[in-house]
């Protein structure tokens, strides 16, 4: 995309200087969808702040482009309420909603060239021929495609064609620009480059951006924010920092990068005890004899041959190293516990050989621990899951 313009495209749309604040530019609140009768969304509350880029994160099926068509008017609510700026949008039909769309793939009229395509949505709105040509050509510049403008798509790369995708979305100057996984069909080096190019393009505008993904590593590069979906509900809204380094619950843990989950006993001194596996946690708030859940990143777990003498307050775990490999960055390794329980670790230093006696240890300050019976509830006979 263009590294600079001249001048940033100005974005709004109905409701710009209504009653709604930077905090609730967009306020989803008690929103239920679904198809055929069948429930998939039930968003309590979710408040999107103005100029933000908040990535909407979870696996098939947990209502993430529910969510994202329910925001464009896409699918009618079966309850609940969506405003922008405090301007209530829930029973507005899409085209008045001054909201922008990039769809998977891309929806690009083949039959129309580049210019043609950015400046549909503006002749639907039947915006004056000169307003039109530039807001085109502002729109172009802003992607870095301004040479383009007579191309049709078949003439243009992936990456191009997502350029003039959003390149449309923001010729209508909308109040919020909504992204439903447009990076999929790309190759991973081109949409490594699209992300750093969508980001800086977001900042540059200063727009509320939604993106919808299921790719955790483009929701963590991407976003000011990120909402965690699960069933349809909202499991934890944060930084990307604050999901990945506290999660609320053992599915944020597992879904956002990879953990060790441990769930089971807590005995005496931090001890946990995970079927078979004794982890030595080295928390000191476990109440023995009660269910507790923690989990571990594997870039926080070093390795050492067995009989190494680990520093003191640490953490720590015995087993047999069963798995290592060079990763250029790093070694990656799988140590069995116990009982067949696993716990993987990332470490810079080359980890002993595979059949090694080894412990693998950590800072307690590492540790998350869940809370409630929801993640501390299985009781003594859960394994450890190591890192995906």
């Avoid at 263009?2 to 001048?7: G, I, L, N, P, S």
């Avoid at 640490?314 to 960055?329: I, P, Q, T």
């Amino acid at each position: 995309m263009a590294a600079a313009v001249e001048r940033d495209l100005p974005v709004g749309g109905p409701g710009r200087e209504g009653a709604g604040t930077d905090d609730e530019h967009v306020l989803v609140e008690g929103l239920t969808a679904g198809y055929d009768g069948t429930g998939v969304l039930d968003v309590d509350r979710l408040a999107i702040r103005r100029g933000e880029f908040l990535s909407i994160l979870g696996p098939s099926g947990c209502g993430k482009t529910t969510l994202l068509n329910s925001l464009a008017g896409f699918v009618l609510p079966t309850g609940g309420r969506i405003t922008i700026d405090g301007a209530d949008l829930t029973d507005v039909p899409p085209h008045r909603r001054g909201l922008g769309m990039v769809f998977q793939n891309y929806a690009l009229f083949p039959h129309m060239t580049v210019a043609e395509n950015v400046a549909y949505g503006l002749r639907v709105r039947r915006v004056e021929r000169a307003d039109r040509i530039e807001r085109v050509a502002e729109a172009l510049r802003l992607v870095g495609l301004e040479d383009y403008a007579r191309r049709r798509p078949r003439q243009l790369s992936g990456g191009q064609q997502q350029r003039v995708a959003v390149a449309r979305a923001l010729a209508t100057r909308p109040a919020v620009l909504l992204l439903d996984e447009p990076l999929s069909n790309l190759d991973a080096k081109l949409r490594r480059e699209m992300r750093v190019e969508l980001r800086e393009l977001q900042q540059r505008l200063g727009i509320t951006m939604v993106f919808v993904t299921h790719d955790q590593e483009e929701a963590m590069s991407l976003s000011d924010r990120i909402a965690v979906l699960n069933g349809g509900r909202v499991e934890q809204l944060g930084t990307p920092q604050e999901v990945y380094a506290a999660p609320v619950s053992r599915f944020v843990a597992e879904f956002v990068g990879a953990a060790n989950v441990f769930e089971g006993v807590a005995g005496d001194g931090g001890e946990l005890a995970a079927g078979d596996a004794r982890v030595r946690t080295g928390l000191a708030g476990l109440a023995p004899g009660r269910p507790a859940a923690v989990a571990l990143r594997p870039e926080k777990v070093a390795v050492g041959a067995q009989g190494t003498a680990v520093p003191e307050g640490r953490g720590s775990a015995d087993g047999v190293l069963v798995y290592r490999a060079f990763l250029g960055d790093g070694w990656q390794a799988e140590i069995e516990l116990a009982g067949g329980a696993s716990l993987g670790a990332r470490t810079a230093a080359e980890p002993p050989l595979p059949g090694t006696q080894v412990t693998a240890h950590w800072s307690p300050d590492d540790v998350i621990r869940f809370a409630g019976p929801e993640d501390a509830g299985a009781g003594a006979g859960a394994a450890g899951h190591g890192a995906r």
